[in-house]
């Protein structure tokens, strides 16, 4: 887990060791706005990420936007062991990625709190609320987060809020909600680094590690 850039953070992609908690299915592609406020200067953040997890490929990608604007690629090829962040479409930053991919799950210590419905119809979906807390270093994350099981035993995150801290006192406190889900990645070439990337001599220069929050992990 990173937290390079702690503020940034699209609060999404907390995996966790597998065990019987419910995991996400194994291909996912979606949405995850936040909504925050960092204590520094006060200043509130909207960000939206695109994700994107294959279990079968044990790749993961994440696109977003910066903080001056512009577009972040973030891929996570676990067969190649390199992580690739390519910044407005030009800058890549390789980086070896020596962990193993890690499925998408629940985590077992995570802390369930009850559930609750959401919607106003007939077909309204029922959601079961965690509360999990992350340790990093010197930062640590509150978290509660809402996860919506599927048919066949496989759920995943629909709704998140986190706070987190650090030693000197900086915070911030974001909401992420997940939507338009689908189970296939429509265009698989967001896994594919471009060709700078391979450039033996990249002197590409990360100037925001957009999503500093939490990284090698999954889901949740
Ligand atoms: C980002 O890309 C745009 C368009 O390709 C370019 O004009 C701009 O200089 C780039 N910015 C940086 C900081 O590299
Ligand atoms: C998370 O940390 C807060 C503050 O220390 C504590 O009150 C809360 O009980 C913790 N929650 C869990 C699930 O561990
Ligand atoms: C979500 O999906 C709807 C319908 O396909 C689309 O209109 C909308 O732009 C999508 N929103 C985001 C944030 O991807
Ligand atoms: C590339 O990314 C790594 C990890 O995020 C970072 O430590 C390093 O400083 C970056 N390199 C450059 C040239 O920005």
Redesign the pocket.
């Known amino acids: 887990m990173y937290v390079h850039v702690f503020p940034c953070v699209a609060l999404i992609l907390i995996s966790i060791p597998l065990t019987q908690s419910c995991c996400a299915p194994s291909v996912v592609q979606g949405?995850a706005?936040t909504y925050g406020l960092i204590s520094e200067g006060k200043t509130a953040f909207q960000n939206?990420q695109k994700f994107y997890y294959d279990e079968e490929e044990k790749k993961v990608a994440r696109v977003t936007t910066n903080m001056m604007g512009q577009p972040v690629r973030d891929i996570f090829d676990f067969p190649a062991k390199k992580r690739y962040v390519i910044t407005n479409g030009t800058t890549c930053n390789v980086t070896d990625l020596n962990e193993p991919f890690q499925k998408s799950c629940v985590s077992p210590s995570a802390v369930f709190m009850g559930s609750t419905v959401l919607g106003n119809t007939d077909d309204n979906m029922k959601v079961d609320n965690y509360r999990f807390n992350i340790t990093q270093g010197p930062v640590t994350i509150e978290t509660s987060f809402m996860i919506a099981p599927m048919k066949g035993g496989d759920c995943t995150v629909v709704g998140m809020v986190a706070y987190g801290k650090d030693q000197n006192g900086y915070q911030f406190s974001g909401t992420t909600i997940y939507?338009?889900f689908s189970f296939e990645i429509t265009d698989k070439s967001v896994f594919q680094p471009p060709k700078q990337c391979n450039e033996p001599d990249n002197t590409g220069t990360l100037l925001f590690e957009v999503l500093g929050g939490f990284s090698r992990h999954g889901f949740f």
């Open positions: 949405t706005m939206m939507m338009n």
